[in-house]
């Protein structure tokens, strides 16, 4: 038997969960198998991050656009893993490197009575009849033809499907038993990354084009099935914290994002691939919006030396898709604040704040799709204590990474909206016509200016980075300009 190069253990250990073990039982049906119910891992976060469950994706049947009768090896192949309860489903199209060919076990199922997989080096494919078994023999010649010709036998179920329940053997020689309509294959465990030459795999509410044939590319073939959602990102958090507590010259200073949320869902439409890395759109759903209401302090009068600082403010988790041994997909929402304090000339307390909304099905390309977002801005309620002027800015980032491995690379993508971005002055010579107020121990001007910026960044990279960002949006506009009442 010709021996052969067949393990990548740099590339397993990276990817989430090896390959199983080769399973000693017999698998007696045909390769179809209906999926199972989506499995849950707990997968550990960095820092102080609670541990997030992600949601295993399992292995199904294609959509069938032809029976299940094809013999042939192919060039390029795709597969499929769903989440039935959510409604997603993944389309992974791979092409092979020279010298490999890709036997899908579903592409001939309704030609074989049962797959034994009990040998550590054979795989017996019992045939449904002897023609069946001369027409494999026909299209399966091209493994017996070179010693360097290698069959990617690909395989779902418990008994031969492995660890993940779909499993890649490679077949180096094919023996034929006309008698009991027996294909034997010397064929041991094979890993995904070392037979691919390219991979992309779609992940959404829709159902993906197939790809399946001969031809060297991967060429799709449109499917007219389509699923009811997307995949979902759900962002509900409030990073209500503190920005800056100091001190300057015995004068006690705080700048606090006093009510800082976001809300919604976002709807993705996600694409990984070794050419492009990561691609993605993503729609608002639900509301989105993003809210800050900052509260400035200070216990006395300063104005010399303006106060800044930037910290993160908290890294949320968010649940993130698996498949085993394939892809593991981990969204994380962050946000940082730049504050800095101008100037106070008295002991006083001044809140404001404001609210950047996205109307629903309104959409932000990452590499993929059109952009068609126009967000809205509104004013909270403002308030300040005492007949004083302050100045202050805060400059709120949300980050919304998601990033993955894809067969042994690293991927990521995602949205940097820095909004609402506030900027505050207040006193008496505060106004739309820059005059005071007509009560000036009762009230005192109060404007508030608000900028946003939209980025996207996607590519290669770990998580954490963000590769090719670019801007996609950026204004600022006056959000508030009013006497206030004095609390």
């Known amino acids: 038997m010709h021996a052969k190069m067949m393990y990548s253990t740099i590339v397993t250990a990276a990817i989430m969960g090896s390959v199983g073990a080769k399973p000693v039982q017999s698998r007696d049906s045909s390769t179809n198998s209906c999926p199972a119910p989506a499995a849950k891992v707990d997968v550990a976060n960095t820092g102080n991050q609670p541990t997030m469950e992600k949601l295993v994706m399992t292995p199904a049947t294609p959509p069938s656009v032809t029976p299940g009768d094809d013999l042939n090896l192919a060039k390029a192949d795709s ?28 592409s001939f199922s309704n030609l074989v009575q049962k797959v034994d997989c009990a040998a550590d080096d054979t795989i017996k494919v019992t045939m449904s009849s002897n023609g069946n078994t001369k027409a494999a023999e026909t299209s399966w010649a091209w493994v017996n033809k070179e010693p360097s010709n290698t069959a990617v036998y690909i395989v779902d179920g418990a008994n031969c499907g492995g660890q993940h329940g779909r499993q890649p053997y490679y077949v180096t020689s094919i023996e034929y ?39 060297s590319t991967l060429v799709s073939r449109g499917l007219s099935k389509r699923l009811s959602k997307h995949v979902a990102i759900h962002i509900d958090h409030d990073f209500s914290s503190p920005i800056i507590a100091t001190n300057v010259k015995g004068v006690t200073v705080g700048v606090s994002c006093a009510e800082c949320k976001t809300q919604g869902t976002l709807d993705a439409d996600i694409s990984l691939s070794w050419k492009h890395g990561f691609q993605a759109s993503v729609t608002a759903r639900d509301n989105v919006a993003l809210s800050a209401l900052i509260s400035l302090s200070a216990s006395g009068t300063f104005v010399d030396p303006i106060v800044s600082k930037s910290v993160r403010i908290g ?100 949205v940097a909206v820095a909004a609402p971005i506030l900027s505050v002055s207040a006193g008496a010579a505060v106004s739309a016509q820059q005059q005071t107020c007509a009560n000036t121990t009762a009230a005192v001007n109060f404007a508030v200016s608000v900028g946003m910026s939209v980025d996207t960044f996607a590519g290669f990279g770990s998580p954490g980075s963000e590769p090719n960002k670019k801007v996609l949006i950026s204004k600022t506009q006056p959000l508030l300009n009013k006497c206030i009442a004095l609390v």
């Open 315 to 414: 890294t949320i988790g968010l649940p993130g898709l698996s498949i085993g041994g394939i892809v593991d997909i981990g969204p994380e929402l962050t946000l940082d604040a730049k504050a800095s304090l101008g100037g106070v000339s008295a002991k006083a307390e001044a809140k404001f704040g404001g609210v950047m909304s996205f109307a629903n099905g309104q959409t932000i390309s990452i590499g993929k799709g059109s952009t068609t977002i126009h967000p809205s801005f509104s004013a909270l309620p403002p308030s300040l204590t005492g007949s004083v002027s302050v100045s202050g800015s805060v400059n709120p980032l949300f980050t919304l990474n998601v990033s993955a491995l894809f067969l042994g690379k690293g991927v990521t993508g995602g």
């Open 79 to 106: 597969f499929y893993w769903v989440l039935p309860e959510q409604g997603v489903m993944a389309n992974m199209t791979v092409a092979a490197k020279t010298g490999y060919r890709i036997l899908n076990s579903h």
């Open 177 to 215: 038993d006309h008698d009991n309509m027996i294909a034997s294959m010397a064929a041991k465990l094979g890993e995904w990354t070392d037979f691919i030459d390219d991979a992309e795999i779609n992940i959404k509410g829709e159902m993906a084009p197939q790809t399946h044939g001969t031809n």
